[in-house]
């Protein structure tokens, strides 16, 4: 266990880096520069300055070190659009509306995704099966920002129940982790339909049922703990994945979110921003697979890393 955690923590170290290697080529590329646009005239002289005061006038190597360099100090730089302030103060002002939201997104809709496939699967070819496999199927298919849009639609334009946007109040929060939540609802609603009809089938379950287990005790003691697996597996990156913020959720409800910092950078060709949310989502990402997969052995002690028993 403990060879296998040094190994994946090495190749996490080694996407941080080759991730912000190709980002940073990647903004670079990309025509134009944080002071040419409209938003932010300057003069040529002022221009220059400006790029020699952030470096931006030195080789691209020379200030990919000098960037790094920082990193590794925990040090992101200043903001463009914001320098009086650091990246990282600017991100954890920007973190609770994405955590909250996104988080409390994963945490309903993923227990809804659990029982609605629970359901499917105790009931196959029924027509609870059949409207789970419709909710999965369109929950995947359908764009986030389809489904915010419609969202808005209903419940803020037709019904007037709900405001579109915003942030602050409570009733703000209820459209976004209705989008938020729909991804997981889906995703655990196909996933635990599968694994039970996968578990279900197979000898223990006849056994125990021969011994005289009710079935309840069977599905929720037994089918329910060796279908969790694959549950457990995908919980974490898609909580990270959510919690760092959407573009598109946090774009259409306006919440002031890290998703939204993710266009503004891209836009101002914030670079010190841009490479700070990119890179922070990668370790963290990293992190929660590795997190997973080591939970992944705990609940199932046949795992073996390594080919060693642990």
């Not at 909250?100 to 809804?112: R, T």
């Not at 209903?154 to 209820?174: D, Q």
């Amino acid at each position: 266990m403990i060879l296998f955690i040094i190994k994946r923590l090495i190749s996490i170290a080694a996407t941080f880096f080759a991730v912000s290697i190709i980002i940073f080529l990647m903004m670079h590329a990309v025509p134009g520069g944080p002071f040419d646009g409209n938003d932010m005239p300057v003069s040529a002289a002022v221009r220059e300055q400006l790029m020699a005061k952030l470096g931006l006038d030195q080789p691209l190597w020379v200030q990919y070190l000098n960037y790094m360099g920082g990193v590794l100090r925990l040090d992101f730089g200043v903001p463009y659009q914001s320098p009086g302030e650091s990246v990282l103060s600017l991100l954890a002002n920007a973190w609770p509306p994405s955590l909250i939201l996104g988080g409390l997104g994963v945490l309903i809709g993923a227990p809804l995704g659990i029982l609605l496939g629970m359901a499917a699967a105790l009931n196959r070819n029924s027509w609870i099966d059949y409207l789970a496999s419709a909710v999965a199927t369109l929950g995947l298919t359908i764009p986030v920002f389809v489904t915010s849009m419609l969202l808005i639609l209903v419940f803020a334009v037709w019904l007037n129940w709900l405001p579109a946007s915003g942030w602050g109040k409570p009733e703000r929060w209820i459209l976004p982790i209705v989008a938020y939540a729909a991804i997981p609802l889906a995703t655990y609603a196909r996933y635990t339909r599968s694994a039970f009809l996968d578990n279900i089938n197979k000898p223990f379950v006849t056994t125990l049922r021969a011994k005289g287990l009710s079935e309840r005790r069977i599905i929720f003691q037994h089918v329910l703990k060796n279908s969790a697996i694959p549950m457990v597996t995908v919980f974490l990156p898609m909580f990270i994945g959510t919690a760092t913020g959407s573009i598109f959720v946090e774009s259409m409800f306006r919440v002031p979110g890290l998703g939204s910092y993710f266009v503004s950078s891209i836009q101002n060709r914030d670079y010190p921003l841009e490479m700070a949310l990119v890179l922070m989502v990668t370790v963290a990402i990293c992190l929660a697979y590795l997190i997973s997969d080591i939970v992944y052995a705990l609940i199932n002690p046949r795992i073996r890393f390594g080919g060693n028993k642990q």
